[in-house]
């Protein structure tokens, strides 16, 4: 059962376009959700987060959209460079008796052609 | 100041042998865990520490041991490998909102 439904699988967009990735959710407990950006033989990196009181978060070129009520979120890569191209996961957060659990989206590759 | 650090970067296993992946860090984090990455499905849970000689269950446990004796390293043991198994396992340290992600071991069961 995926927690966290990311889409689509891999995106291509040519230089200076916008590259846009989707995430839903169901469990309203979620309390803060990232997105990584990871190149390959890496490992994920934090690129920009955002809680569920706000309905929209931006630095630099990237900007998450969220929207509650339809449990869903957003990533929005502005003016997309060759640079870009890497494997993104959408995430959700719970809390659970003083832990917290990190649930994953199944990734987007993204190509940015120059 | 290295982060975490996972050892080995590869590894080819048989099925059946043993075998443990370090997870070491520097950061002075208590909350650890360990995910197994797999096309198409994301990063999965596979067991976490909150502090020193406290673990528990992600996820997917079954056929990983974990302990914590230290708050530096989270070691994840194999006991008996199965070509299931063949994936790509990261090891994190969490602050607060932050995780930070070793660069993975690539371990491949044959």
């Known amino acids: 059962q995926q927690q966290v439904k990311q889409s689509p699988q891999s995106l291509i967009v040519q230089k200076g376009g916008i590259s846009i990735i989707n995430c839903a959710y169901e469990?309203?407990?979620?309390?803060?959700f990232p997105w990584y950006q990871q190149f390959p033989g890496k490992g994920p990196a934090l690129l920009i987060a955002?809680?569920?009181?706000?309905s929209e978060k931006k630095e630099g070129r990237f900007t998450i959209s969220f929207n509650k009520s339809a449990k869903q979120f957003s990533l929005h890569i502005m003016d997309s460079q060759p640079g870009d191209s890497a494997t993104y996961f959408c995430?959700?957060?719970?809390?659970?008796?003083?832990?917290?659990?990190?649930?994953f989206g199944q990734g987007t590759r993204l190509t940015i052609n120059p | 100041n290295a982060g975490v650090t996972q050892t080995p970067k590869f590894q080819v296993l048989k099925t059946g042998q043993s075998m443990t992946l370090q997870c070491a860090q520097d950061?002075?984090?208590?909350?650890m865990s360990w995910y197994r990455q797999d096309p198409g499905m994301g990063l999965r849970l596979i067991h976490y520490?909150?502090?020193?000689?406290?673990?528990d269950q992600g996820e997917v446990p079954n056929g990983y041991n974990v302990s914590r004796s230290t708050t530096e390293d989270f070691p994840l043991r194999l006991l008996s490998a199965a070509p299931s198994q063949t994936s790509v396992y990261f090891c994190?340290?969490?602050?607060?909102?932050?995780?930070?992600f070793g660069s993975g071991t690539r371990l491949t069961v044959v």
């Open positions: 995430a959700a957060r719970r809390r659970i008796q003083g832990a917290q659990k990190l649930v």
């Open positions: 469990n309203t407990a979620f309390d803060y």
């Open positions: 955002i809680r569920p009181d706000v």
């Open positions: 950061m002075n984090h208590e909350y």
């Open positions: 520490s909150v502090g020193a000689g406290i673990t």
């Open positions: 994190a340290t969490t602050q607060g909102h932050g995780y930070t």
